[in-house]
């Protein structure tokens, strides 16, 4: 039974690839914020596969430390799926809190390379790490200073990483845009009922799961119809 570490699995993205995994039986370390709605993740996929739900912010060491303790060895899978928008409506840079600045980036680029730091030593050859990221890392959107930057950093921590560590598979993945609490708050004032589930990028992570392409940067939908990297 394959290892996985997913972040941010308690609803939107991490819990559906949390499901889709489930399904496929694989063993499941899951952490999120909240521990209300974690504990009723692990509740419906424990019946599918065993999962180990632990709450609390990736930000903290101590918590990532215990992920990787859950985990076991070895690791197949570390899923970097949990981020912070930052304040919203989001503001300009020049009006940006610099301790909010920090925060996003202490969670949306520093915890994830600190937690592939510690599952390094466990993870298996061909073990695979998705870094999930966003348009917004490459497009200058005007308000999306703090949160676009953060995973523009994401982006190249992971391309450097992915040269660093020929023998694992380092992607970095945007989803596309979702229907997701986090894209409510981006949007405090906007329906986004238009917005396609989370479920409908899932077939392109486990395209990058389950296939054989090579370290880089993909849009999960384009891999869901054609395969190819973005």
Known sequence: MPTAIITGASRGLGRALAQALAQRRWALVLDARGAHDLERAARELGALTEVAAIPGDVAD????????????????????????LGPSPQPSLGRY??????????????????????????????????????????????????????KAA??????????????LRVYAVDPGDMRTRMHQEAFPDEDISDRPPPE???????????????????????????????
């Open 61 to 84: 060491p101590a918590h990532r430390e215990a992920l990787i303790q859950a985990a076991g060895e070895p690791i197949d899978l570390v899923v970097n799926n949990a981020s912070v």
């Open 97 to 150: 809190p610099p301790t909010e600045l920090e925060r996003v980036y202490r969670v949306n680029a520093v915890a994830p390379i600190a937690l592939v730091q510690l599952a390094l030593p466990r993870l298996r050859g061909g073990a695979r790490i998705l870094n999930i990221t966003s348009d917004a890392a490459r497009e200058p959107y005007p308000g999306w200073g703090g949160y676009g930057s953060s």
């Open 154 to 167: 994401l982006e190249q921590l992971t391309a450097i990483l992915a040269a660093e560590q020929p023998a």
């Open 200 to 230: 409908e990028s899932v077939p392109g992570l486990l395209a990058l799961i389950e296939g054989e392409l090579p370290s880089g940067r993909y849009l999960a939908r384009e891999l869901a119809t054609v395969g190819a990297p973005a």
